[in-house]
């Protein structure tokens, strides 16, 4: 990146007369190049080496209460375009919104409800990328299925797991903020959930993959906030 570019993230947005969000963007700078980094997971799926919004790949392993926050990137609800950015949130609300053009229309804004949308819109994400998918493009957020082929052995701490994703690369998924339904935040405990596109409608939740000492899968309110890993979309 050039001297006079920070690393990091940030929100513009696109209003009409009336000063109402029509549309809204996600800028996320990080100095690194997602093709030349990539990771092959074990299951012969194209990640990308670090979580959606994340400024490094990892931490310094020698200070890691310091810098894991860099590494672990934004957190979103689920079918969301936009980050819940924690130092961006402007107010929760305790009611769902009524369109996802009212939600376009507040992308600092955490619904507290389940759902967040009514009526729920299950294929806001789903495995072809959507217009509401928050990875860049060429990247979308993956399948249970894709996300939970990679493991082979883990390095466990408290802020994170190193696991080897093939015989020749590690990669970090740390532990951090997320957001509950009820718009409690969870400071980084020792575990997190990441987002897949397995909405459930039936019961209106979304498998996740879980991470803690081990991994595993749990299936999640949408309403809640986690991180994004993302896929190549090929």
Known sequence: LPSDVQPGNALIAAKDADGKIVWSWHIWVADFDPVATQHLYNNGAVFMDRNLGAVVNAPDFND???TWASAYGTIYQWGRKDPLVKGLLTSDRYSAFDSIEEANANPTTFAANIPWLSPSVPDLWRPEKTMYDPCPVGWKVPSYEEINGMWYYGEFSSYGLKMSVNNNQTSWFGFGDYIHSGGEYYLNNGNTYYWTTNYQPN????????????????????????????????
């Not at 000492?213 to 991180?227: F, I, V």
């Open 64 to 66: 890691l209460e310091g």
């Open 203 to 234: 019961w209106n939740n979304v498998r996740t993959l879980y991470l803690y000492n081990g991994q595993g899968s749990s299936d999640m309110s949408p309403t809640d906030a986690y991180p994004v890993r993302c896929m190549k979309d090929e």
